[in-house]
């Protein structure tokens, strides 16, 4: 494997091509710097291109974002290797780290694929679409989503069953089995780590009956269910498809919460729930919204407006915790809770319970760097050094941050985040 290893050279390289990646690789890129810019997924644009809209100007998510990954995939100073991972960082001197980068294998020739879709129409296979996060199926031959970037066809190997149909229908002949993986030895001066968060996983808290009752689903399925780019043409409960009257948020699910381990609060979830709330009421004029919580946290600018903005509107707010959920015969949801203004505990029907999940750390780059230790926080996002002087500044020097690999934040503060570590690189790369 060594001896197939490409060697490849550029001045900084970013791990992570969600917005706060691509952001710092933009700017990086426009100040003449060349850039690689490393993803594991099929597309760039990381959570943000799968968004409605956004808290709190509800601009629609796909507009801001396609043509911002349409111009990091065009710079001329921009390089992307999707389906990659980065597999071990060594900082050989100040201005000198050696990284070893794995690019697995599409099974298409990108730059022959015009996305017709003939493939995905042939392919008989057919699984859970991740990227409308399990609400519709897919094929193993298909395009990740209409909007990602490269916009080709991939083929799902484990769930191939290698009948070459897809080959057959393909009119560019650009899908090759006998693609294989690569590896490349990079050299590169500086390192921006622009991660991201996971989803906080709502099985761990059973009593929310998440996977069980088809009607409770989370936040970012309902995320999918009202963006442009969404699975049906409706909000439709998945349980039985009847259009929902009568729609739950269960709040601070799986954050602030010391019995899932997750302490800290996700900052997002009460603005992006509230978002959701005034979506659905435009979508569903006739629906009734509740929203759950335990306290409302609109500290941003324009996010107190915003929160005026949805009770102005009719949704309702109810300061309780949600004791346990249990389903109906008919697939309505019965919540028990503690109204906490009242102190008694109450039960309210509903016929479709959202999950405002939370954010945890993605800890996909913890283990890479070899001989120097990248310093964590105690819930395992990446340790900001000098939080006040340098925010992008890690404990290895040369090594910056962006985004949600620090902790919960939103996109304007991950954009923010951004700037940051590109003008902290730059810095570097001057000086070193
Ligand atoms: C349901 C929901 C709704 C939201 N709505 C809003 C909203 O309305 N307004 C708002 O401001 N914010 C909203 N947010 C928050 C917003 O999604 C985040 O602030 C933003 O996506 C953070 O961007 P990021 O680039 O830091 O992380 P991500 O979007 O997570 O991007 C990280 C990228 O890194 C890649 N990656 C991870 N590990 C590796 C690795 N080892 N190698 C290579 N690549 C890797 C990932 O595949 C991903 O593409 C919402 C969040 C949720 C969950
Ligand atoms: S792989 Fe071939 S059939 Fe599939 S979308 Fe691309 S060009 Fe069309
Ligand atoms: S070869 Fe695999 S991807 Fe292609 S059509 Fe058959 S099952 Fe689908």
């Not at 794995?102 to 730059?111: G, I, L, M, S």
């Not at 191939?160 to 993986?181: K, N, Q, S, V």
């Not at 001989?371 to 340790?383: C, P, Y």
């Amino acid at each position: 494997m060594e001896e197939k290893r490409k060697k490849i050279e550029y001045d900084a390289l970013v791990v992570g091509a969600g917005i706060a990646g691509g952001e710092t690789a933009l700017n990086l890129a426009n100040n003449g710097y060349k850039v690689l810019l490393v993803e594991r997924d099929h597309s760039i644009g990381g959570k943000m291109i799968l968004l409605s809209k956004v808290f709190p100007t509800l601009d629609c998510a796909a507009c801001i974002t396609t043509p911002k990954v349409s111009e990091i995939a065009r710079h001329p100073n921009i390089t992307v290797f999707t389906e990659s991972e980065v597999t071990s960082i060594v900082k050989k001197t100040e201005s000198l780290f050696i990284a070893q980068i794995t690019k697995n294998p599409r099974f298409v020739h990108v730059e022959d694929c015009t996305a017709c879709q003939l493939c995905e129409q042939a392919c008989p296979v057919n699984v859970r679409d991740e990227y409308q996060f399990g609400l519709v199926g897919r094929k193993a031959a298909y395009i990740p989503f209409s909007i990602a970037n490269p916009k080709a066809a991939v083929i799902d190997l484990e769930q191939c069953t290698l009948c070459g149909a897809c080959e057959r229908a393909c009119p560019t002949h650009c899908i090759d089995f006998t693609m294989e993986t690569d590896y490349f030895e990079l050299q590169t001066k500086t390192v921006v780590l622009a991660t991201g968060f996971r989803l906080f996983d709502p099985l761990k808290i059973p009593r929310f009956g998440y996977g069980k009752y088809k009607n409770v689903v989370t936040s970012m399925q309902m995320e999918r269910e009202i963006a442009p780019t969404r699975p049906y043409h409706t909000i439709l409960r998945p349980g039985d498809g009847k259009i929902p009257d009568r729609i739950a948020y269960v709040l601070c699910a799986g954050s602030r919460d010391d019995s899932v381990g997750n302490p800290i609060c996700s900052q997002v979830c009460c603005m992006y729930s509230m978002k959701q709330a005034q979506l659905l009421m435009g979508a569903l004029p006739m629906a009734d919204i509740t929203i759950y919580y335990i306290d409302i946290r609109s500290f941003g600018k324009g996010f107190e407006e915003f929160y005026q903005q949805a009770k102005d509107m009719g949704v309702s707010f109810v300061k309780g915790k949600i004791g346990k959920i249990s389903e109906k015969e008919n697939g309505n949801l019965m919540l028990r809770y503690e109204d906490i203004q009242e102190g008694i505990l109450k039960e309210a029907e509903h016929d479709m319970v959202v999950l405002s999940v939370g954010m945890l750390s993605n800890p996909s780059v913890n283990q890479i760097f070899e001989g120097e230790m990248l310093q964590l926080d105690a819930l395992n996002f990446i340790q900001q050094s000098d939080l006040l002087g340098s925010p992008a500044k890690t404990s290895i020097d040369g090594v910056f941050v962006a985004g949600t690999a620090s902790g919960p934040m939103d996109i304007p503060d991950s954009i923010l985040s951004a700037g940051s570590a590109s003008s902290e690189a730059i810095s570097y790369l001057i000086q070193h």
